[in-house]
Protein backbone atom coordinates (compact mmCIF):
# COMPACT_ATOMS: atom_id res chain seq x y z
CA UNK A 1 0.00 0.00 0.00
CA UNK A 2 2.54 2.58 0.62
CA UNK A 3 4.56 2.48 -2.85
CA UNK A 4 0.57 3.11 -4.08
CA UNK A 5 0.24 6.19 -1.82
CA UNK A 6 3.81 7.57 -2.54
CA UNK A 7 3.15 7.09 -6.52
CA UNK A 8 0.16 9.04 -6.18
CA UNK A 9 1.60 11.51 -4.15
CA UNK A 10 3.92 11.78 -6.83
CA UNK A 11 1.84 12.31 -9.61
CA UNK A 12 -0.55 14.85 -8.07
CA UNK A 13 2.68 17.42 -6.77
CA UNK A 14 4.65 16.81 -10.53
CA UNK A 15 0.84 17.83 -11.87
CA UNK A 16 0.53 20.71 -9.61
CA UNK A 17 4.26 21.87 -10.63
CA UNK A 18 3.41 21.25 -14.26
CA UNK A 19 0.61 23.89 -14.38
CA UNK A 20 2.06 26.17 -12.02
CA UNK A 21 4.74 26.71 -14.65
CA UNK A 22 2.61 26.62 -17.27
CA UNK A 23 0.57 29.64 -15.26
CA UNK A 24 3.47 31.78 -14.52
CA UNK A 25 5.82 30.91 -17.32
CA UNK A 26 7.11 34.05 -19.58
CA UNK A 27 9.02 33.91 -22.89
CA UNK A 28 12.10 36.04 -22.87
CA UNK A 29 13.57 33.74 -26.27
CA UNK A 30 12.33 36.00 -28.59
CA UNK A 31 9.48 33.03 -29.23
CA UNK A 32 5.89 33.90 -29.77
CA UNK A 33 3.84 31.76 -27.03
CA UNK A 34 0.02 31.09 -27.20
CA UNK A 35 -0.97 33.44 -24.83
CA UNK A 36 1.19 36.54 -26.50
CA UNK A 37 -0.41 35.60 -30.24
CA UNK A 38 -4.23 35.66 -28.41
CA UNK A 39 -3.34 38.96 -26.85
CA UNK A 40 -2.09 40.33 -30.26
CA UNK A 41 -5.06 39.01 -32.24
CA UNK A 42 -7.35 40.24 -29.07
CA UNK A 43 -5.65 43.77 -30.34
CA UNK A 44 -5.78 43.89 -33.92
CA UNK A 45 -7.14 41.02 -35.18
CA UNK A 46 -5.81 37.70 -36.85
CA UNK A 47 -2.37 38.36 -38.79
CA UNK A 48 1.39 36.80 -38.85
CA UNK A 49 3.09 38.72 -35.55
CA UNK A 50 6.10 38.52 -34.58
CA UNK A 51 8.74 39.65 -31.69
CA UNK A 52 11.83 42.08 -33.20
CA UNK A 53 15.11 40.77 -32.35
CA UNK A 54 18.03 42.85 -31.28
CA UNK A 55 20.78 42.79 -34.45
CA UNK A 56 24.59 41.71 -34.38
CA UNK A 57 24.03 38.86 -31.29
CA UNK A 58 23.82 35.28 -31.86
CA UNK A 59 20.89 34.82 -29.17
CA UNK A 60 17.58 35.53 -30.35
CA UNK A 61 17.11 38.88 -27.76
CA UNK A 62 13.59 40.76 -28.17
CA UNK A 63 14.43 44.48 -28.92
CA UNK A 64 13.67 46.93 -26.27
CA UNK A 65 15.06 50.07 -27.83
CA UNK A 66 16.69 49.78 -23.83
CA UNK A 67 13.86 51.21 -22.19
CA UNK A 68 13.17 50.04 -18.53
CA UNK A 69 10.16 47.37 -18.43
CA UNK A 70 9.73 46.53 -22.08
CA UNK A 71 9.74 43.12 -22.68
CA UNK A 72 9.58 43.50 -26.42
CA UNK A 73 7.99 45.08 -29.29
CA UNK A 74 5.98 42.97 -31.95
CA UNK A 75 4.84 43.65 -35.39
CA UNK A 76 2.70 42.32 -38.14
CA UNK A 77 5.89 43.54 -40.64
CA UNK A 78 3.68 46.45 -42.06
CA UNK A 79 1.86 48.26 -39.84
CA UNK A 80 0.99 47.50 -36.05
CA UNK A 81 2.66 47.74 -33.89
CA UNK A 82 2.36 45.68 -30.35
CA UNK A 83 4.21 47.04 -27.47
CA UNK A 84 4.72 43.76 -24.04
CA UNK A 85 6.13 45.91 -20.96
CA UNK A 86 6.05 45.80 -16.98
CA UNK A 87 4.65 48.26 -15.11
CA UNK A 88 5.16 49.09 -11.41
CA UNK A 89 1.36 49.87 -10.11
CA UNK A 90 0.65 49.04 -6.55
CA UNK A 91 3.17 45.84 -6.59
CA UNK A 92 6.13 45.98 -8.30
CA UNK A 93 5.85 44.83 -11.51
CA UNK A 94 2.30 44.48 -11.15
CA UNK A 95 0.77 45.13 -14.14
CA UNK A 96 1.88 42.58 -17.42
CA UNK A 97 0.93 44.60 -20.75
CA UNK A 98 0.35 44.36 -23.96
CA UNK A 99 -0.16 47.59 -25.81
CA UNK A 100 -1.32 48.38 -29.33
CA UNK A 101 -0.12 51.51 -31.03
CA UNK A 102 -1.78 52.59 -34.50
CA UNK A 103 0.09 54.33 -37.08
CA UNK A 104 -1.01 57.63 -35.98
CA UNK A 105 1.20 56.77 -32.73
CA UNK A 106 -2.30 56.37 -30.56
CA UNK A 107 -3.53 53.37 -28.31
CA UNK A 108 -5.32 50.77 -30.34
CA UNK A 109 -6.21 48.04 -27.51
CA UNK A 110 -4.69 47.38 -24.30
CA UNK A 111 -4.40 43.29 -23.28
CA UNK A 112 -3.42 42.55 -19.83
CA UNK A 113 -0.91 39.21 -19.79
CA UNK A 114 -0.84 38.76 -16.05
CA UNK A 115 -1.23 41.45 -13.31
CA UNK A 116 -0.66 41.71 -9.84
CA UNK A 117 -2.48 44.40 -8.33
CA UNK A 118 -4.32 44.19 -5.02
CA UNK A 119 -7.76 41.62 -6.46
CA UNK A 120 -10.96 43.94 -6.10
CA UNK A 121 -8.82 47.26 -5.76
CA UNK A 122 -6.10 47.47 -8.49
CA UNK A 123 -7.27 44.67 -10.41
CA UNK A 124 -10.23 47.34 -11.79
CA UNK A 125 -7.92 48.79 -14.30
CA UNK A 126 -8.89 45.89 -15.94
CA UNK A 127 -12.59 47.28 -16.32
CA UNK A 128 -14.08 48.65 -19.63
CA UNK A 129 -14.75 52.20 -17.82
CA UNK A 130 -11.37 52.21 -16.82
CA UNK A 131 -9.65 51.00 -20.17
CA UNK A 132 -11.98 53.02 -22.39
CA UNK A 133 -10.24 56.00 -21.63
CA UNK A 134 -7.05 55.00 -22.36
CA UNK A 135 -8.07 53.87 -26.24
CA UNK A 136 -6.76 56.88 -27.92
CA UNK A 137 -4.34 57.95 -26.03
CA UNK A 138 -1.67 59.80 -27.87
CA UNK A 139 1.52 61.98 -27.18
CA UNK A 140 -0.85 64.86 -26.91
CA UNK A 141 -2.66 63.62 -24.18
CA UNK A 142 -2.77 64.62 -20.83
CA UNK A 143 -2.66 62.24 -17.89
CA UNK A 144 -5.14 64.56 -15.78
CA UNK A 145 -8.30 64.07 -18.41
CA UNK A 146 -8.24 60.56 -17.25
CA UNK A 147 -10.15 59.79 -14.46
CA UNK A 148 -8.44 57.10 -11.83
CA UNK A 149 -9.84 54.22 -9.91
CA UNK A 150 -11.43 54.60 -6.45
CA UNK A 151 -9.14 53.36 -4.43
CA UNK A 152 -6.43 52.69 -6.96
CA UNK A 153 -4.66 55.58 -7.35
CA UNK A 154 -1.32 53.43 -7.73
CA UNK A 155 -2.85 51.13 -10.39
CA UNK A 156 -4.00 53.77 -12.37
CA UNK A 157 -0.82 55.58 -12.33
CA UNK A 158 1.04 52.61 -12.96
CA UNK A 159 -1.83 52.32 -16.69
CA UNK A 160 -1.13 55.70 -17.30
CA UNK A 161 2.59 55.94 -16.95
CA UNK A 162 2.77 52.18 -19.27
CA UNK A 163 0.75 53.83 -21.83
CA UNK A 164 2.75 57.36 -22.25
CA UNK A 165 5.98 54.25 -22.30
CA UNK A 166 4.70 52.56 -25.11
CA UNK A 167 3.48 55.40 -26.99
CA UNK A 168 6.88 57.27 -26.48
CA UNK A 169 8.58 54.55 -27.68
CA UNK A 170 6.85 53.65 -30.80
CA UNK A 171 7.24 57.63 -31.75
CA UNK A 172 10.88 57.78 -30.75
CA UNK A 173 11.30 54.34 -33.35
CA UNK A 174 8.03 54.40 -35.34
CA UNK A 175 10.67 53.93 -38.20
CA UNK A 176 12.78 51.31 -37.06
CA UNK A 177 9.93 49.31 -35.96
CA UNK A 178 7.79 49.68 -39.07
CA UNK A 179 10.54 48.91 -41.41
CA UNK A 180 11.68 45.62 -39.38
Known amino acids: MPPVVLTLVCIIVSALLVFAYNKTYIDTTGVMTEQLSN???SIFGNEE??????????KKVPLTFG???VKAVITDGKEKCLIEL???????GGLHLLIGIDT?????????????????VGTKVRE?????????????????SIDSVTAATFSSKGMKAACRKAVELY??????????
Open 86 to 92: EQDGYAK
Open 171 to 180: RSNKEAILSE
Open 49 to 58: YRILLEKNTD
Open 104 to 120: QGRIKGIDFLSIGETPG
Open 67 to 69: VQG
Open 39 to 41: SCE
Open 128 to 144: DSFLSQLIGYGPDTDDA
